[in-house]
C-alpha cells in the first residue's frame, strides 16, 4: 500500500484515493434500447435508459439498482465495468483501507428487478481478492473468463458460469496492477507498476513476454493490427509487437501517461498528465502539427466518435471538468462542449454520437456531440 499513497500524493494531483471511487460508466446496447451502467460513489451500481430526453433527475430514467447491505456496501469504482451478453462486470476497491477488492457479476436485463442482494438465480455472483480494484475488468472474447487486476500485484482469470466459479488462474506481478486488461486472440495484455507491460495465455495465465518501460504503467493498452500501444509514467508512448513484445517505436510525450490511447481509424490518440493530447500514425509519427492542449491533466480516457458532424471528432475530458470537442484530422479545438464544474477522472463511454460522462459531483451526464454539447440528460446518483 506504501506504493499507493506514494503515487497519491505526488504531481500531478491527488487522483486515487480510497474514497467514493470516479462515477464510472459503461454502455450496453440491445437494439434500439442503451443502458448506461454507473458505480456510484453513493455505493451502488444503476442501470439508467439512455434513452430519456431531458435533465431527468427523478426514478423515471432508473431501470434497476443494486445496493448492497451497508456493512457490505460497495466500494469505490474507478476504472469502469465490462458489459457482456448477459451480465455487467463491476469491481471495486473494496473496504474503508482499500485492502480488499470485489468483483461483482450483476444480471443486466431490465428484469433484474430493485433487490438489494444478489440474485444467484439470475447467475449472479461476487469475489474477493486480497488488494484493491482501480482498472476495469475485461472478458475473454467467448465471455466465459473475466480478468481484473489488483493491488496486490496479482491479474486474475476467474470464470464466469458453470459449477466453479473460482479463479482459474492468477498470475503474480512485482508491483500494484491498475492497469485495465485488453484481450484479443487468446492472449491478456496490461501493465503493472513494477514497470512491466505484460503478455499472457488467457487460457493459463503462462507468461508470453514482458517488456520493461521506465516508470509504471496503469493505462489500458489499445491492441491495433500487430500492435500493443500503451503509455508509462516515463512519459513515454510504446507501440510493442503484440506477439513479441519487441518494441516498434516509442514516442515521448511532455509527462505522464496515465488514460489510456484511443484510435479513430487513422490516428492513434493519447492524453498526458500535462494536458497534452498528441496524435500519431500508425508508425509513431505526430499526426498532428501542433498538440491540442487543455487546462489540467487527462486522466479520463477520451472518445472518438463516428456518428458526429460528419466526421469523426474526439471529446476529450480535462480533470478540471473541461469537455473539448476536438477535431481527429487536424487536432484543432472545435467547442468547449460544457464546463462541468467537477473533477472527470473516469474513462467516457460512447455510443453513436452520445457521450457519457460520470463525474465526481455524483451526475451522469449524457450529451448529444451533434447538437454540440446540448444535454441530452443528466442523472444525479444521489438518493
Not at 85 to 102: C, I, L, M, W
Not at 113 to 136: C, F, Y
Not at 172 to 189: C, L
Not at 300 to 324: C, F, I, M, Y
Request: aromatic share 10%; with cysteine; proline share 3%.
Amino acid at each position: 500500500m506504501a506504493l499507493v499513497l506514494v503515487l497519491a500524493g505526488c504531481r500531478p494531483g491527488n487522483l486515487i484515493s480510497w474514497g467514493s471511487g470516479w462515477s464510472a460508466t459503461a454502455v450496453g446496447s440491445s437494439g434500439d434500447d442503451v443502458t448506461v451502467y454507473v458505480g456510484t460513489r453513493q455505493g451502488e451500481v444503476i442501470a439508467l435508459d439512455a434513452n430519456k430526453n431531458g435533465r431527468l433527475t427523478s426514478t423515471e430514467q432508473l431501470l434497476w439498482r443494486f445496493s448492497p447491505p451497508e456493512d457490505q456496501g460497495l466500494g469505490g469504482v474507478f476504472g469502469g465495468m465490462a458489459v457482456g451478453e448477459r451480465y455487467v462486470y463491476v469491481a471495486d476497491k473494496g473496504n474503508s483501507d482499500g485492502e480488499q477488492g470485489r468483483l461483482y457479476a450483476l444480471f443486466r436485463d431490465r428484469d433484474r428487478g430493485h433487490s438489494s442482494n444478489l440474485r444467484l438465480d439470475l447467475g449472479e455472483w461476487v469475489k474477493q481478492l486480497e488488494g484493491a480494484i482501480v482498472g476495469a475488468p475485461a472478458l475473454s472474447e467467448s465471455e466465459d473468463l473475466v480478468f481484473v487486476g489488483s493491488d496486490d500485484g496479482n491479474m486474475y482469470a476467474f470464470a464466469t458460469t458453470g459449477d466453479d466459479l473460482g479463479a482459474r488462474w492468477q498470475f503474480k506481478t512485482d508491483g500494484q496492477v491498475w492497469s485495465t486488461p485488453a484481450v484479443r486472440d487468446g492472449t491478456v495484455y496490461f501493465g503493472s507498476m513494477d514497470r512491466h507491460v505484460y503478455a499472457l495465455s488467457a487460457e493459463t495465465g503462462k507468461m508470453l513476454w514482458r517488456y520493461e518501460t521506465g516508470g509504471a504503467v496503469v493505462s489500458t493498452p489499445l491492441l491495433l493490427d500487430d500492435l500493443v500501444i500503451v503509455g508509462s509514467f516515463d512519459k513515454m508512448l510504446y507501440g510493442l509487437n503484440a506477439a513479441t513484445g519487441q518494441v516498434v517505436w516509442s514516442f515521448e510525450g511532455d509527462d505522464w501517461f496515465w488514460a489510456g490511447a484511443v484510435f479513430d481509424g487513422e490516428r492513434i490518440i493519447a492524453g498526458s498528465m500535462e494536458g497534452t493530447v498528441y496524435a500519431l500514425d500508425r508508425g509513431g509519427r505526430p499526426a498532428w502539427s501542433t498538440p491540442f492542449k487543455t487546462d489540467s491533466p487527462i486522466v479520463a480516457t477520451p472518445a472518438v466518435v463516428e456518428e458526429a458532424l460528419e466526421r469523426k471528432v474526439l471529446v476529450v475530458a480535462a480533470d478540471s471538468g473541461k469537455l473539448h470537442l476536438v477535431g481527429t484530422r487536424t487536432g484543432e479545438g472545435m467547442a468547449v462542449l460544457m464546463d462541468l464544474d467537477s473533477r472527470v477522472k473516469a474513462p467516457l463511454s460512447v455510443d453513436g454520437a452520445a457521450v457519457f460522462v460520470g463525474a465526481d459531483d455524483s451526475t451522469v451526464r449524457g450529451i448529444n456531440v451533434t447538437r454540440w454539447g446540448a444535454w441530452a440528460w443528466e442523472f444525479s446518483t444521489k438518493k
